[in-house]
């Protein structure tokens, strides 16, 4: 294996509706001397996706009511509700608190939404940069809770270019022995690395993972990391 | 932000009970053309701390009812089953497949378990480099599934001198608003930044992180990532 290189990608300035993420970024990171290159992994956060896609709207910071209806509209599911955290399903599936809303780094009074589909998101940077010469993949994080474990990590919500999923089934570990299950969930190790270097205090909103291997760029959808409900045994 | 460097470590060979991992990988990034340096993290996966503690049993691949009693044994809750699937809770606390009884990169008729304490391996590790003048953290990782999303990511299960959670709340972020949760799980997030050069199929038992912020450098526990079951809405 390669070393890898996660750089972060400041200085973006405000994001607002209708600005062409790809080419501010790419600029972003000639910027801090670190410009893309062919076969990064260029990892960007949902909240300058959200304001880019004009998915924020007026929430009240002293509101509950209107939170939850907010949350509740952007929800398909509730799974669990402890106070005013709400764990839900999303339209895409996904599973996280509040669906996704969130008042944090956005204007006061305001709240970020998930985008839409992030995927498409994605493949619009990737093809953006495309159009500017460069080839590289783009995963679109945010930041979930997790069952069981304490903390917050960042996780994959849209890919564009690489596998979300690596399945390793079938080949042999060191020893010659045939693994049994070894899917990788390469999307959201990617997410969590590149979160490494975009601390929530800084303004740093994404990130270059350098040295990916090869086989691992592939056309590929966030829906690989999906688990459906009927698979779930915590749902 | 520091950019972060991911580095594999390879070429330790066969793990053996009682030899002292900390020279082992010591020598190994040096023969790697990477020594470790002061600040480092060094990432080093379950499979090889269990072997060197003896944390290995016998156990015939073709035998289910022996694997159940193991599994057991190293349970003290079973969540969830699904045929030879078991989500148990271990004595650690944590939420896994199979207790973390495992077959894979272990010998023929054997099964690797998890270590007993791995912040007690982590720290064994990281005082051996102390004693040969690198000051390092150190994080154990194992390999775990997850509710909700397909596929593995790795996380710690034991560290030594890096914070497992890094707390960002009552920090403000970009825009100056206070950010009311934002416990990150840096642990888990620097785990899964090393298995992406630690492939499964591949003889890479350890990773070096290199550039991680140096007030996340102190003394810390994995049990900040692990979430009490009062707490817990899942279980």
Redesign the interface.
């Known amino acids: 294996?390669?070393?890898?290189?996660?750089?972060?990608v400041?200085g973006l300035g405000e994001v607002t509706t209708g600005v062409e993420l790809g080419a501010l970024l790419d600029d972003a990171a000639d910027a801090a001397g670190?410009p893309l290159a062919a076969g990064d992994c260029l990892v960007v956060t949902q909240k300058i996706v959200s304001k880019a896609e004009g998915r924020v709207v007026p929430l009240a910071s002293d509101d509950p009511a209107a939170r939850r209806r907010l949350i509740e509209a952007e929800s398909v599911r509730l799974?669990?509700r402890?106070d005013e955290l709400f764990?839900t399903q999303t339209p895409h599936g996904?599973?996280c608190a509040n669906a996704g809303v969130d008042?944090?780094?956005?204007?006061?009074g305001h709240a970020a939404l998930l985008p839409l589909d992030a995927d498409r998101s994605a493949r619009r940077i990737r093809d953006a940069l495309r159009g500017r010469g460069i080839e590289v993949a783009v995963v679109i994080t945010d930041?979930f809770g997790?069952?069981?474990?304490?903390?917050?990590?960042?996780?994959a919500i849209g890919v564009a270019g690489l596998a979300?999923?690596v399945d390793?089934r079938g080949?042999?570990?060191?020893?010659g022995?045939e693994?049994?299950v070894?899917?990788?969930?390469?999307?959201?190790?990617?997410a969590?690395?590149a979160?490494?270097?975009?601390?929530?205090?800084?303004?740093?909103p994404a990130a270059i993972?350098r040295g990916?291997?090869g086989e691992w760029f592939r056309e590929s959808s966030v829906r690989?990391?999906?688990?459906a409900a009927r698979d779930?045994?915590?749902?």
Chains 1, 2 share one sequence.
């Open positions: 294996m390669e070393p890898l290189q996660v750089l972060p400041p670190t799974l669990r402890r764990i996904f599973v008042q944090s780094n956005v204007d006061p930041t997790r069952a069981w474990r304490n903390g917050l990590t960042d996780v979300a999923i390793l080949t042999s570990d060191a020893s022995r693994l049994a070894t899917e990788v969930a390469i999307g959201d190790e990617v969590s690395a979160e490494l270097v975009m601390g929530k205090d800084r303004d740093v993972v990916l291997p690989e990391l999906v688990r779930d045994l915590f749902r």
